[in-house]
């Protein structure tokens, strides 16, 4: 689990970068958290593959992985925009807890899923 929280740490660094990008091009925020969160996805998979569950590749662990990104993407959206309107009102500090709540979710199903 640590490899997977140091990568998911470059992962998010990735999002965040982006994301900081984005938003000072004019996107709204959402939509740079989700671009943010897309392009962290792939350095993820790339790493977590190769040195945390140290999988070979296969075309079904891919779409498995990518379709946990995906989930991962749309609960990013969902909760960075309702714990933005509704508790947090910093950006930042909402997409801190966002990224909490969705790296735990995406572990779990990672670990007894995508590559089980």
Do not use: E
């Not at 996107?27 to 977590?48: C, E, Q």
């Not at 909402?94 to 199903?109: D, E, K, M, S």
């Amino acid at each position: 689990m640590v490899s997977y929280g140091v990568f998911g740490a470059l992962a998010t660094a990735v999002h965040y970068a982006l994301m900081a990008y984005l938003l000072g091009a004019g996107w709204f925020p959402v939509s740079a958290s989700t671009a943010g969160a897309a392009v962290g996805a792939l350095v993820a998979y790339a790493a977590n593959r190769k040195w945390t569950f140290r999988a070979a590749h296969s075309s079904a662990r891919l779409l498995r992985f990518m379709a946990v990104a995906a989930l991962g993407l749309l609960f990013n959206a969902i909760l960075l925009a309702t714990i933005h309107q509704w508790l947090i009102q910093s950006i930042i500090g909402a997409q801190l807890l966002t990224t909490g709540l969705v790296f735990v979710a995406t572990f779990l199903i990672n670990l007894k899923w995508s590559f089980a």
